[in-house]
Structure formats: structure tokens, C-alpha cells
């Protein structure tokens, strides 16, 4: 069952998204089959997503501090105590997708969970490759489509040190160690960790392989109808993830950018955008 959910806050959606990107901007969408659940929160910078099951919540990135409230209220228009949630973990780690989650993680009293490649850079200093050069480009086109959000005081006061290539991305809340791939989400049954490296080299995508959800991050995106993230740091990782992704049982992808859509023939007819396109 999916349902448009009336939105925890009341904002208005961003007149620039509405206009520009062809499936409209990112909506709060309640997604449930049987025990398990997802919840589709439309961030400042980013979808956050919370994985439901009886008694426990896992949050999939937080953008900015502006969504902390955002995601408390949604907590409570499912009937979810704060208390419930597990971990919060960030697909990757792009200021997008990241500047909130430290901050949520500590108000909550829960861990921030990282996959293998996030936790050796946070840990030991291991780099991360960002997009560059033309490529990152791109992404100027595709901020007018999101609205053109810009950073909130709170953002600029604490989550410059998260996501981006300078940043030493320092979390104060604990660190929970994800498995490696292919294993398990903890704690969240039918739920697995992928490592899908290509748009960024500690990028991890979640699937659901009963339901056919996906929830990407930014290796799959929807600006244009769902389509291949087309910015990358490594074509020939991307092309392998792509690859595996492919062979996977997908009913719906739940991006980071744009609203959830359907794949009833698979992610293998997705779309890549030429270069010319954001």
C-alpha cells in the first residue's frame, strides 16, 4: 500500500521544483506491505527515509538541521517514539545527505550507523573521491530543480565540518559498524546492506528483497522520471554497481532526490542521461 501522506509540517513545496522537474518535488509518502513500512520524509537538501518495524525505526540520512523536527513529527504521526529509533545512517557521506545527522543522532541518544568505507575514513583518515571537474558541474542544474535550498544558520554553524572534501566529518554520537555486503541490516529483518560505490566510494544503497524496495541514496536519483545518477567519482565502479543492481528483484526505488517511483521491467531500462542533461 502506498499512500501521499499529508505533510508532518505544514511548508509549501518549492514553486523552482515544481516547474522544473518533471515528476515534481519530493513528497512525504508512507509505503507499507504486511509488518514492514517505509516512511518517505521530503528534506531541506535530501529524502529522508525511516525503515519501520514492530518496536523499532532506522533513519536514512538527515541533510540539514532544519529537518530535525521534520522527522520528530513524522515519528509522531506514525504513533513512533523517539526512543524506538536504532540508528541513524547516512547512505554517504555528501553534506546533502549528512549535515543533520550528527546532530539528530545526539538528540535522539542513538548511534550513527556507517557502512565499511565511511567508518575506515572516519576512523582512519582513508580519502573520499567527490565528483569533479565537469561532472560536478552538473549538479548547479539540478539545484533550481530541489528548489534551490540554501544552507540554514544552524547549518552553517555546525554541519560545514560534514560533507564535503574538507571536511573531517568529526561525529560526537556513537558508531555502530554496519556489515559488510550483503549481509543483514541489524536489527531490521529482510532488510540488506549493498555497497554500491560510483557516485561516491562509501555509498550504500538498502533492499528489501521481499517488497523490491530499494532505497538509494544517491546512486539512483528521480529529476527527470528515475533515472542513473549520471555524476560520479568512478565511472568503472559505477557501471559495476549498476550491474548488480540490476540483476536484483526492484519494485520501487526510493531516492535520495525526487519522489519513490516504481520499476515494474527492473533498474535494467533505466535511463543513463546524456552529458548534456543535470
Request: charged share 15%; aromatic share 8%; net charge positive.
Amino acid at each position: 500500500m502506498i499512500h501521499t501522506a499529508t505533510t508532518p509540517v505544514d511548508r509549501p513545496t518549492p514553486l523552482l521544483a515544481r516547474l522544473l522537474c518533471p515528476p515534481g518535488p519530493a513528497k512525504d509518502q508512507l509505503i507499507i506491505e504486511g509488518d514492514d513500512g517505509v516512511f518517505a520524509v521530503a528534506g531541506r537538501y535530501c529524502v529522508t527515509y525511516l525503515i519501520l518495524a514492530p518496536g523499532r525505526v532506522a533513519v536514512v540520512d538527515c541533510g540539514s538541521a532544519a529537518d530535525l523536527p521534520l522527522i520528530r513529527r513524522a515519528l509522531a504521526k506514525l504513533g513512533r517514539a523517539p526512543a524506538e529509533v536504532c540508528f541513524v545512517l547516512p547512505t554517504h557521506l555528501h553534506f546533502d545527505h549528512v549535515m543533520g545527522v550528527d546532530l539528530l543522532a545526539r538528540s535522539l541518544k542513538t548511534p550513527v550507523a556507517l557502512g565499511t568505507t565511511s567508518l575506515a575514513h572516519v576512523r582512519d583518515g582513508h580519502p573520499l573521491r567527490f565528483p569533479s571537474g565537469l561532472t560536478a558541474l552538473r549538479s548547479l542544474a539540478t539545484w533550481p530543480m530541489q528548489g534551490m535550498p540554501v544552507f540554514t544558520a544552524d547549518d552553517w554553524r555546525g554541519g560545514l565540518d560534514f560533507g564535503f572534501p574538507w571536511s573531517h566529518n568529526r561525529f560526537r554520537a556513537p558508531l555502530l559498524a554496519l556489515p559488510q555486503h550483503g549481509a543483514p541490516l541489524p536489527e531490521f529483518s529482510g532488510w540488506t546492506v549493498l555497497e554500491t560505490p560510483g557516485h561516491a566510494d562509501d555509498a550504500l544503497c538498502l533492499h528489501h528483497a521481499r517488497t523490491g524496495w530499494l532505497i538509494t541514496g544517491d546512486t539512483l536519483r528521480n529529476f527527470l522520471g528515475g533515472e542513473w545518477n549520471p555524476m560520479v567519482c568512478d565511472q568503472i565502479a559505477y557501471q559495476r554497481t549498476r550491474a548488480r543492481l540490476s540483476t536484483l528483484h526492484v519494485s520501487r526505488v526510493l531516492p535520495g532526490h525526487g519522489p519513490t517511483f516504481a520499476t515494474p521491467n527492473g533498474l535494467a531500462t533505466l535511463p543513463q542521461r546524456p552529458w548534456w542533461q543535470p
